[in-house]
Nanobody, 123 residues
Framework: VQLQASGGGQVQAGDSLRLSCAAS????????AGWFRQAPGKEREFVAS????????YYADSVKGRFTISRDNAKNTVYLEMNSLKPEDTAVYYC?????????????????WGQGTQVTVSS
């Protein structure tokens, strides 16, 4: 599976952005997908994940209620809708995918990664 993230940009606090992650491969719907982010000087951290069918989602506490992960398997694409953005959401955002059905938050559990897309939120 090859992943390509897009949709980042520079916005003001309180604005919204939608990130997209386009995947190659006809069986993408069998992979669990996730978003991670890495701020300058910090470790990469889990943001959200979604099951292959899209019926099960998990979020980091820091984004719960503001971010929504979704997917369209017909388009082989996973989305991250980000609302009420804060300066602390500034980071490079990465999409990732893993085989298997279990929810995971650790980087090492994801085998496939896209390139990052920069999100900058100014106050």
């Amino acid at each position: 599976v090859q992943l390509q993230a897009s949709g980042g940009g520079q916005v003001q606090a309180g604005d919204s952005l939608r990130l997209s992650c386009a995947a190659s491969g006809r069986t993408f719907g069998t992979y669990r997908a996730g978003w991670f982010r890495q701020a300058p000087g910090k470790e990469r951290e889990f943001v959200a994940s979604i099951s292959g069918s899209g019926t099960s989602t998990y979020y980091a506490d820091s984004v719960k209620g503001r971010f929504t992960i979704s997917r369209d398997n017909a388009k082989n694409t996973v989305y991250l809708e980000m609302n009420s953005l804060k300066p602390e959401d500034t980071a490079v955002y990465y999409c990732a995918a893993r085989e298997g059905r279990l929810h995971r938050t650790m980087q090492r559990d994801y085998s496939y990664w896209g390139q990052g897309t920069q999100v900058t939120v100014s106050s």
